[in-house]
């Protein structure tokens, strides 16, 4: 099967997680079927179109992994090209020139509410025959009576009357083609095979399929995929948690966790959460598309990033990881790739994201000096026991090897010689070479200090 998708973002803003399922779903059906991916930047909104937010969605869908065919286009360089096709309407007999003004359409609809009907144009200059003239835009002839029918990938067959649907406007008294006919045309000529798109445009289909068959051009396949919403099941926002891809890449997640978040938001196959790429592009077909709103979840979305950190190669985690630890101000001189890993392997089971995980590094890599005490962590745990016990493990880790099975060996030696239980001495250590109750295994932790950092920390807490 032939299979063009576009993805066809307004730059007025950076890729939000909506914006970055759609794309996703265009770019696994084309990979799906060995088909192409196209990109065009609807730009036409003059005012609130930025060149800077272009270029952010483009890093958006760089870092996402979704790579597209051919060049980038842009609609506002493409005018002309728009209405050419008008003009073919024009000669057609499918469009005609409308002379009235807004305020004359504005009355026709008011005029059509007061009878409590749908508030349309009233098809006016559709005989007229007018010509080209100062504030005369083109409008479709659309057929008078029939229905406009489409399947919809995602929703079904979606049926309306053309009563429900006046002689739109395709180019407007400024010269500028309209909404509505610039998409078709790109379409079009993109070869376009299947338009996936927010739901939002699911009133605009109708509308471009006239404009298609008034072309005499083949009507792509089209799915509207609803919109994502906040746990509360109202319009998402930020305040439910969501951010533009770009915040989530500088929060430190991952690109394929976020792919793959985001497509189970809307589509399945079976139960299974968690999804290579090629998993992904394998079973992508454009079924299984779910027709109702799903929800966003931060905490699922936590978990699939936690999920894909574990499973990382850990020498591609530490690279990952490395700008997170030069912006939480850590002396990268000392943090070669060894140790980076040494760190990632100790802490990725503790973090979400990446720049929690770099934050996760900071009691290790503080000098003994510095170290920050909890203060519950101290008043239990450096008692005068516990103290004794640090006092008396300085000499026998002085005398170890420091790697990490001499260290649990001289540690287990200690508890044992002295008759003791592991948790009668851990909480102290711990707390002396932490600063607090937590972190990884007690023996790891002290390989990666090294023998003098561990011995200060010791001799700091015993005192
Ligand atoms: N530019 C539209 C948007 O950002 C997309 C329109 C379409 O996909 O047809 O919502």
């Given at each position: 099967m032939n299979v063009v998708t576009r993805f066809a973002p307004s730059p007025t803003g950076h890729l939000h997680i909506g914006g970055a399922r759609t794309a996703i779903f265009c770019w696994l059906l084309a990979r799906h079927y060995g088909g192409q991916f196209h990109l065009r930047i609807e730009d036409t909104d003059l005012l609130r179109s930025k060149q800077e937010y272009t270029d952010s969605i483009l890093a958006s869908m760089r870092w996402l992994g979704l790579d597209w065919d051919g060049p980038l286009n842009y609609q506002t360089q493409r005018t002309a090209l728009y209405n050419e096709y008008v003009d073919r309407l024009l000669a057609s007999g499918h469009a005609y020139w409308c002379s009235c003004t807004p305020e004359e359409v504005e009355a026709m609809r008011e005029k059509a509410r007061a009878q409590g009907l749908k508030p349309r144009y009233n098809g006016c200059c559709r005989e007229r025959n007018l010509g080209p003239g100062e504030g005369r835009c083109v409008r479709l002839k659309a057929p008078l009576a029939g229905?406009?029918?489409?399947?919809?990938?995602?929703?079904?067959?979606?049926?309306?009357?053309?009563?429900?649907?006046?002689d739109m406007v395709i180019r407007r008294a400024d010269g500028m083609p309209t909404y509505n006919m610039a998409v078709v045309v790109d379409d079009h000529e993109m070869g376009i095979t299947h338009v996936i798109r927010?739901?939002?445009?699911?009133?605009n289909t109708p509308r471009q399929i006239l404009i298609y068959e008034a072309l005499g051009l083949p009507v792509p396949r089209f799915g509207h995929v609803p919109m994502i919403l906040g746990p509360d099941r109202q319009k998402l926002s930020k305040r439910h948690g969501a951010r533009a891809v770009i915040e989530y890449q500088n929060d430190g997640l991952l690109p394929q966790a976020l792919v793959n978040y985001l497509v189970r938001l809307?589509?399945?196959?079976?139960?299974?959460?968690?999804?290579?790429?090629?998993?992904?592009?394998?079973?992508?077909?454009?079924?299984?598309?779910?027709?109702?709103?799903?929800?966003?979840?931060?905490?699922?979305?936590?978990?699939?990033?936690?999920?894909?950190?574990?499973?990382?190669?850990?020498?591609?985690?530490?690279?990952l990881v490395k700008p997170f630890a030069e912006q939480a101000g850590y002396d990268m001189a000392a943090l070669d790739a060894s140790r980076l890993e040494a760190l990632c392997h100790m802490f990725r089971e503790r973090a979400a994201n990446l720049k929690a995980l770099a934050e996760n590094f900071a009691p290790l890599l503080t000098p003994a000096a510095a170290l920050a005490y909890d203060e519950k962590a101290t008043a239990k745990n450096f008692s005068e026991t516990g103290k004794r016990?640090?006092?008396?493990?300085?000499?026998?880790?002085?005398a170890t090897d420091f790697s990490q099975a001499a260290l649990e060996a001289a540690l287990q030696g200690y508890v044992e010689g002295n008759g003791l239980k592991f948790k009668d001495v851990a909480p102290a250590l711990r707390t002396a070479l932490m600063g607090f109750m937590g972190g990884p295994h007690l023996p790891e932790i002290m390989a990666f200090l090294g023998r003098d950092e561990t011995l200060a920390r010791l001799a700091r807490a015993a005192a």
């Open positions: 229905k406009v029918v489409f399947d919809d990938l995602v929703k079904g067959t979606i049926a309306v009357d053309v009563s429900e649907l006046d927010g739901d939002d445009h699911v009133s809307g589509w399945s196959h079976g139960d299974q959460e968690i999804f290579s790429r090629e998993e992904l592009i394998a079973y992508f077909d454009g079924s299984n598309l779910n027709p109702a709103a799903a929800a966003f979840d931060p905490a699922k979305l936590e978990w699939c990033n936690a999920h894909f950190m574990r499973e990382l190669p850990l020498t591609e985690l530490a690279g016990h640090l006092a008396a493990l300085g000499p026998v880790f002085a």
